[in-house]
């Protein structure tokens, strides 16, 4: 049956500049299955379907998918869900917030602007990265050990590694090898510069390495450890893709209460039906 569809792109104001999101605004009655093979096709990074609210609070529920399986939570499907929703019609139960539930539970949206930003969800692993684990990663970047200034798990539903560098310019200068686990580098610009930090996240796909050109979950959980860690401070803005020749932005603020908040721009690039 044909159901609507919309093609989003997140973390920009320019499109095809950010990273593309495909979203099934009417997912009710779709099998898992149907949704994997679905999310196969589109062979994008993530592709989301909204299904009513199954818990009070909930504005729409969302399950996220890549072309590989589900995810609890991602930051960009967040953001291009909730702007697919909004412009479909949807109604939050408060003006300028969405709540998403997802399979990390409920995630707020804010309508700020020209921006959507969602709050950083509690990190279901967090702490030193081991000390092997660390050296491996050297490994795969291409770079010597002594480069990674500090290492930390980031895990809020992608299980990142994340590893500071000295400078963005050394992010930028990265040409890893075969990586086998999902890896977020960050570097900073010098002060003065438009943006903070430049950021790269790269992961094993087919028997190969992937890099995302914007990734909401990685610059949510950076902004945690950078902020705890007194590297940060808010608001900052946090480019990605640039290597890839998109112009990504991430915009990170923070609340009285600590909470860490991850907005971007979201425009629609494609809309109409498809049949599932």
Not at 37 to 56: D, G, K, Q, Y
Not at 96 to 103: A, K, S, Y
Not at 122 to 134: A, D, F, K, Q
Request: glycine fraction near 12%; aromatic fraction near 8%; hydrophobic fraction near 40%.
């Amino acid at each position: 049956m044909p159901r609507p569809f919309q093609q989003i792109d997140v973390f920009t104001t320019t499109p095809y500049r950010g990273n593309p999101l495909a979203v099934v605004l009417d997912a009710e009655g779709l099998t898992t299955e149907r949704m994997r093979e679905f999310a196969r096709w589109t062979n994008l990074s993530e592709t989301t379907f909204v299904l009513p609210p199954s818990v009070p609070g909930a504005d729409y529920r969302v399950r996220i998918f890549t072309p590989g399986g589900e995810l609890p939570f991602a930051g960009h499907p967040t953001l291009g869900t909730c702007h697919a929703w909004l412009s479909a019609g949807g109604t939050p139960g408060e003006p300028d917030v969405v709540v998403q539930e997802c399979g990390a539970g409920l995630v707020p949206v804010r309508r700020t602007g020209d921006r959507l930003a969602f709050a950083a969800p509690p990190l279901l692993r967090s702490g030193p990265v081991e000390e092997p684990v660390v050296e491996r990663v050297a490994r795969m970047l291409g770079i010597g050990r002594a480069e990674i200034l500090d290492a930390e798990w980031a895990d809020n539903g992608p299980g990142w590694v994340a590893v500071l560098l000295a400078s963005a310019d050394e992010v930028l200068a990265l040409r890893p090898g075969l990586v086998d686990l999902d890896v977020g580098v960050v570097g900073p610009y010098p002060p003065g510069s438009p943006e903070a930090f430049e950021v790269r996240a790269f992961f094993p796909k087919d028997g190969a390495t992937a890099e995302d050109p914007v990734t909401g979950s990685l610059n949510a959980s950076l902004a945690q450890w950078l902020l705890r860690t007194g590297r940060a401070e808010t608001p900052y803005v946090a480019s990605q893709g640039t290597v890839l020749g998109r112009t990504g932005r991430a915009h990170v603020s923070r609340d009285p209460d600590g909470t860490v908040w991850v907005g971007g721009g979201t425009v629609t690039c494609v809309t109409g039906e498809v049949e599932l």
